[in-house]
């Protein structure tokens, strides 16, 4: 990879950076965990894009073992987010569920 594309990639994740925390910032507490678990299903989207990606890598042979690792992760960690944001979105339904009386 050369200088101006890694820069380039560089740019767009610190962009994307300043933006996140700019929007979620802006978010009033009260919304702010159904926001995050209503969002949970568009992360779906970035684990696949990570897998895309890391596909993506052995187009051309075997990459190198750290671009492996790093792909490996990005996959763990989207789906952990994943799934976690819907047990959490869960668990925060079942508080607005009626007790039932014996």
Do not use: C
């Amino acid at each position: 990879m050369d200088i101006n594309a890694f820069l380039g990639l560089l740019t767009v994740l610190v962009l994307a950076i300043f933006v996140g925390f700019a929007v979620i910032s802006k978010v009033p507490t009260t919304l702010h965990t159904p926001l995050m678990s209503a969002t949970n299903a568009i992360h779906g989207v970035v684990v696949i894009g990570a897998m895309v990606a890391a596909a993506a890598l052995y187009e051309h042979g075997a990459p190198a073992p750290w671009l492996q690792v790093a792909a490996t992760v990005a996959v763990t960690l989207g789906a952990i987010n994943v799934f976690g944001g819907f047990a959490v979105t869960e668990r925060m339904l079942q508080m607005f569920k009626r007790k039932e009386t014996p």
